[in-house]
């Protein structure tokens, strides 16, 4: 069964960066495509990235974009998001999750298994 687990959370200040992993078992990475997802206290479920399986192309909500940058190291079966810039509405719980079609989405009921989520929080 298909696992995903997300590290590299913690407090930052603004300005600053986190680089958070997903680290995938029990499938090769490479059948999946990833997104990032997050969700702050009281607001509803934010798709932020996601990378394809098909091509490694990448999509990034308007809210992230130019600041958080993501990856995939099929080698490591790890997808990675690189946090830049951070500002205290970045704050959250940060999920990934994973679908076998190769089109990129950031909405969520179209990702089928997820991981626990890893909390950031930015706050000076």
């Known amino acids: 069964q298909l696992q995903l687990v997300e590290s590299g959370g913690g407090s930052v200040q603004p300005g600053g960066s986190l680089r958070l992993s997903c680290a995938v078992s029990?499938?090769?990475?490479?059948?999946?495509?990833i997104g990032w997802f997050r969700q702050a206290p009281g607001k509803e479920r934010e798709g932020i990235s996601c990378?394809?399986?098909?091509?490694?192309?990448?999509y990034y909500a308007d809210s992230v974009k130019g600041r958080f940058a993501i990856s995939r190291d099929n080698a490591w079966n790890t997808v990675y998001l690189q946090m830049n810039s951070l500002k205290p509405e970045d704050t959250g719980l940060y999920y990934c999750a994973a679908r076998a079609l190769p089109m990129c989405t950031l909405t969520s009921p179209l990702f089928n298994n997820w991981g626990q989520g890893t909390q950031v929080t930015v706050s000076s």
């Open positions: 990378i394809s399986r098909s091509d490694g192309s990448t």
């Open positions: 029990g499938a090769a990475l490479y059948y999946y495509t």
